[in-house]
């Protein structure tokens, strides 16, 4: 068995009640459909995770109820450390990745951006709902893909 990581961005939040504090966010409209898209995307390439670190915060808690395709069967724990973590936290929670399985961080930016570059010394882009696989090798993270919902669209 592969140990995988999942580095997830929750998907797009709403701006729209400036009287919320940020940790209360919703998602917006974007949000609700592409969370959902990008799901079933990570089922058809069978990225299914087994264990799911989630931030606290109401956009990342609402984006993976929304991917109820592949986390039904997943165990779920909600950090509040990764709510806008720092990269000290992220990586300690990578270091608790169980080998063999699959694990999902889902979280913020710039956290989930640094992570992937600090994990594969590749920068990518991490818009809203993205998602980047890397795959443990030799006590190495290799970055294999990243998924992002624009190119999901048709």
Do not use: C
Not at 4 to 32: Q, Y
Not at 38 to 57: F, G, M, N, Y
Not at 63 to 76: G, K, P, Q, Y
């Amino acid at each position: 068995m592969r140990t995988r990581l999942i580095v997830m961005r929750h998907s797009k939040s709403s701006w729209s009640d400036a009287s919320l504090d940020d940790h209360d966010r919703p998602l917006n409209k974007r949000g609700r459909r592409d969370a959902p898209r990008i799901a079933q995307e990570l089922h058809k390439r069978k990225w299914i995770p087994d264990r799911i670190r989630v931030s606290s915060s109401k956009r990342t808690m609402e984006t993976l109820e929304l991917m109820e395709v592949i986390s039904r069967n997943s165990t779920i724990d909600v950090e509040p450390s990764l709510y806008h973590s720092n990269i000290s936290t992220l990586l300690q929670t990578v270091e608790e990745v169980e080998e063999g399985k699959t694990t999902m961080i889902l979280s913020h930016n710039p956290g989930s951006e640094i992570l992937v570059h600090q994990l594969s010394n590749r920068l990518e882009v991490m818009p809203t709902s993205a998602a980047a696989l890397l795959e443990k090798q030799n006590d190495v993270w290799i970055l294999i893909d990243v998924l992002r919902p624009k190119l999901l669209e048709n």
